[in-house]
């Protein structure tokens, strides 16, 4: 993708970001995100087919830097020497929720937020299936892997409602307390 793709992505991005502030995601039209983008109908459909295409790119680009394994040093924190274990990923992934703040609670409150929390879920369970060797439950992985990761989007939800105010370093500490991997 060139640099103009890019900014145009980014500009779409924005504009429904900026719409799930103020209308719940049924209520958005792709009429009122061309607007916002100040960009045109067709230049909307070359990136995305629907709002719900564009919700779940919205999702990846999210998810796709905050479980990637390669990683720099960023704005807020920096995990580019220590990112092997599994406090240290949930950390990151608190990190950059709260460095979406703005897009994760437009994303949150409205329709589309159960459909957020199915992509969450499944790249935390992608995560947490490299850990479950090191559990010593009897119970079948598939068990696990969604308990793991439905308790952690519950916890992550918890956290935004309380304005994510307390530092991600804390909210990791207390998860891995809870499950003691």
Known sequence: MDRRQQKTRAAIFDAFSTLLKTKKFNNITVQEIIDEANIGRSTFYSHFETKDELLKAMCTDIFTHIFSEELSKEKTHDF??????????????????????????????????????????????????????????????????????????????????????????KISKYYMKLIRI
């Open 80 to 169: 580019s020497k220590d990112y092997n274990g599994l406090e240290q990923k949930i950390t990151h992934i608190l990190y950059h929720l709260k460095d979406s703040k703005r897009d994760i609670k437009g994303i949150l409150s409205c329709e589309s937020g159960e459909l957020f929390i199915k992509y969450f879920k499944e790249y935390l369970s992608e995560m947490f299936e490299q850990y479950t060797n090191t559990l010593t439950q009897n119970v079948p992985s598939d068990f696990l892997l969604n308990h793991l990761s439905g308790s952690l989007v519950n916890a992550i939800q918890w956290w935004i409602k309380k304005d994510m105010e307390i530092p991600p370093e």
